[in-house]
């Protein structure tokens, strides 16, 4: 192949990549309107609607919290009533050790909480996914940087700011979910391995009653910051969508 046949072999496989970036960039500036001014709206309506639920209501507090005396382990024969201590024992030395068990046969977690994370926990994906596009959105329709006639960027930039602390936010509340049930494991051990010490049993409580009022509070943040940002962008749509009236085609 000639040294001019590859040139324009590589100029074509160039402008194809080209046209597949701009498609890529003119689908997502479209979904990205879509969730600001039809998904957001919907959004908060949704969490709203949950917020004002009876499954997420302080009232249900106390129905949440588990009952601590399951945790501590008890001899084996005392949980099978037709079995002697001699049946469960292990030898240890001249003596016997009574082997220990749980109600239930394990110690399961707090069903009513995970219930309630498992339908926080898509919700936080979601808005994840959601606003890093309405970022690529913001970022794509940044013009090239000039001197001057810069009010409508300082207004896009201050969007963006908003629009990555709430992409933060939603990142730490998932991270925050999956750190409880490591946090209440070890408690629930303690329990287990502790039982006489009754501080243990009250963390797990003040642990699950804290957990159920951080999904609330993540529902109630989740609901403000879509009701924030759709107004935003609503309010300065046009400076963000044109921040120079003379620059309208200057985007990276």
Not at 124 to 142: C, G, P, S, Y
């Amino acid at each position: 192949m000639s040294a001019q046949k590859r040139l324009l072999s590589v100029v074509n496989r160039e402008n194809e990549d080209k046209k597949q970036v701009d498609v890529y960039k003119e689908n997502l500036l479209n979904e990205a309107e879509h969730i600001v001014f039809e998904k957001f709206p919907k959004k908060v309506l949704e969490l709203n609607a949950l917020l004002e639920s009876g499954d997420f209501a302080y009232s249900r507090l106390q129905q949440l919290l588990p009952n601590t005396d399951e945790i501590v382990p008890l001899p084996l024969s005392q949980l099978e009533p037709n079995t002697s201590d001699d049946d469960y024992q292990a030898i240890d030395g001249p003596t016997r050790t009574p082997v220990y068990g749980f109600v239930g046969g394990s110690v399961k977690c707090n069903m009513k909480l995970a219930e309630l994370t498992s339908v926080l926990r898509p919700l936080l994906r979601e808005a994840v996914e959601d606003v890093n596009k309405i970022k690529m959105w913001i970022i794509f329709l940044i013009p090239r940087i000039e001197d001057g006639n810069n009010f409508g960027v300082s207004i896009q930039e201050e969007a963006l700011n908003e629009v990555r602390t709430v992409e933060a936010e939603a990142a730490s509340f998932l991270d925050q979910m999956s750190r409880y049930f490591v946090s209440r494991a070890r408690l629930v051990t303690k329990v287990a391995k502790y039982p006489h010490v009754d501080d243990y049993r009250r963390a797990i409580l003040d642990m699950d009653e804290k957990q159920f009022i951080n999904i609330r509070l993540v529902l109630m943040e989740l609901r403000n910051h879509f009701a924030t940002l759709h107004d935003m962008i609503l309010k300065n749509f046009e400076k963000i969508k044109k921040p120079r009236s003379s620059h309208v085609d200057s985007m990276y």
